[in-house]
């Protein structure tokens, strides 16, 4: 084993890994799955008794929002602009570990009426940002598993917070967010822009349209592998790359289950009950990272992981009797689909990146003339 690929596996938590066929030892597996029942045997013995319902809450209105923002690599830069153009919006602090990130977002702003701090260098810096009694609301953009500690973090020093997906990647860690923002009453949102883009299906269901909503369909089917996951110049660290080596399962749900969440009316009434999920072996990721190696030595050390699934396919089952299926897939040659599908008494419909298309209940998707008349 190369020192590059102790470093690997220490990095991303599978020391478990066995050296010989890189498969997991059957004493990891038997470790997780007793981690996963002391979880679920957590909330069943005891279950999490609601402090203050968030949903339909106000906090106090301001003429200002005072913003600071934690990761500037990827999504954080969009996120500055265009809360730079926003009325009744200062930008007050910027943060990044690494400077060159930190000071070139600044640079955006120039010329504009925001003139932030920047805090960077460290690992502990964002906190330096949350601690400032000036900010109203923190915006979080950085690696996933960094996602709740700040965002918690924020809730504690009296900030609202607005979080990228996913704002968790665990259980415990969306009990974290749901507790804490309860308890000090401030708004956690996370960033999740398809339940704006799907607005039209959500009106529908409202106004009846769909009738009894029987089942839904969503997904994030995005061909990543090479411009995104093995691109060594795209992200900090690879640590999305390390995400799909530490864990297997749909690690980018929201996009697909957000709007149909919405439009199933969970957490209002209703709520997720079953869920089965299933992923493919990995086809893709594992040959990638080892044809790369091969010609680059920083590729070394993710020869050696075993990574995600290409392919996963989550069944839920709600509440009230409805299902929802979710694909999940960003390393097969998939054209980028985010799509969602719903189907009801009256009617279905769907809305995706290619195409929409309604229909009231018949075999046939209506014309342009028809929905019209709708």
């Given at each position: 084993?190369?020192?590059?690929?102790?470093?690997?596996?220490?990095?991303?938590?599978?020391?478990?890994?066995?050296?010989?066929?890189?498969?997991?030892?059957?004493?990891?597996?038997?470790?997780?799955?007793?981690?996963?029942?002391?979880?679920?045997?957590?909330?069943?013995?005891?279950?999490?008794?609601?402090?203050?319902?968030?949903?339909g809450y106000a906090a106090p209105k301001l003429n200002t929002v005072r913003i600071g923002i934690i990761g500037l690599g990827d999504r954080g830069p969009e996120h500055l602009r265009i809360l730079a153009k926003m009325e009744g919006v200062e930008i007050k602090a910027l943060c990044d570990i690494r400077p060159e990130f930190a000071n070139k977002a600044k640079k955006l702003l120039e010329g504009s009426r925001h003139n932030p701090g920047v805090y960077t260098t460290h690992s502990e810096a964002w906190k330096e940002l949350c601690d400032r009694n000036d900010i109203d609301v923190v915006f979080i953009a950085t690696p996933w598993d960094?996602?709740?500690?700040?965002?918690?973090?924020?809730?504690?020093?009296?900030?609202?917070?607005?979080?990228?997906?996913?704002?968790?990647?665990?259980?415990?860690?969306?009990?974290?967010?749901?507790?804490?923002?309860?308890?000090?009453r401030k708004h956690c949102r996370m960033l999740e822009n398809d339940c704006f883009s799907s607005l039209l299906t959500l009106n529908m269901a409202r106004k009846g349209f769909y009738?009894?909503?029987?089942?839904?369909?969503?997904?994030?089917?995005?061909?990543?592998?090479?411009?995104y996951l093995f691109n060594k110049n795209q992200y900090w660290e690879m640590w999305r790359l390390r995400q799909n080596a530490r864990r297997n399962g749909d690690l980018y749900p929201t996009h697909g289950?957000?709007?149909?969440?919405?439009?199933?009316?969970?957490?209002?009434?209703?709520?997720?009950?079953?869920?089965?999920?299933?992923?493919?072996?990995?086809?893709?990721?594992?040959?990638?990272?080892?044809?790369?190696?091969?010609?680059?030595?920083?590729?070394?050390?993710?020869?050696?992981?075993?990574?995600?699934?290409?392919?996963?396919?989550?069944?839920i089952r709600t509440q009230r009797g409805q299902t929802i299926t979710l694909d999940h897939d960003t390393s097969s040659p998939n054209i980028h689909t985010g799509w969602q599908k719903i189907v009801g008494t009256k009617g279905t419909s769907i809305n995706s990146t290619l195409v929409h298309q309604i229909s009231d209940g018949g075999e046939h998707w209506l014309d342009e003339p028809d929905i019209k008349l709708l």
């Open positions: 084993m190369t020192n590059n690929r102790k470093n690997f596996l220490k990095l991303t938590g599978l020391t478990s890994l066995s050296v010989a066929g890189g498969g997991i030892l059957s004493g990891f597996a038997s470790e997780k799955s007793n981690h996963y029942k002391s979880i679920v045997n957590r909330f069943i013995k005891a279950p999490h008794t609601q402090l203050f319902n968030m949903c960094m996602h709740t500690p700040m965002a918690v973090y924020s809730m504690e020093h009296g900030k609202h917070v607005c979080v990228e997906v996913p704002a968790a990647v665990t259980l415990e860690e969306c009990w974290q967010l749901v507790e804490t923002s309860e308890r000090t009738g009894d909503i029987v089942h839904g369909q969503g997904g994030y089917v995005h061909h990543l592998t090479l411009r289950v957000g709007p149909i969440c919405q439009i199933m009316d969970i957490n209002r009434g209703n709520k997720l009950d079953y869920m089965v999920s299933m992923s493919s072996d990995d086809f893709t990721l594992g040959k990638t990272a080892r044809a790369l190696a091969a010609d680059d030595n920083f590729f070394e050390p993710y020869a050696y992981a075993k990574y995600s699934g290409n392919m996963n396919i989550s069944i």
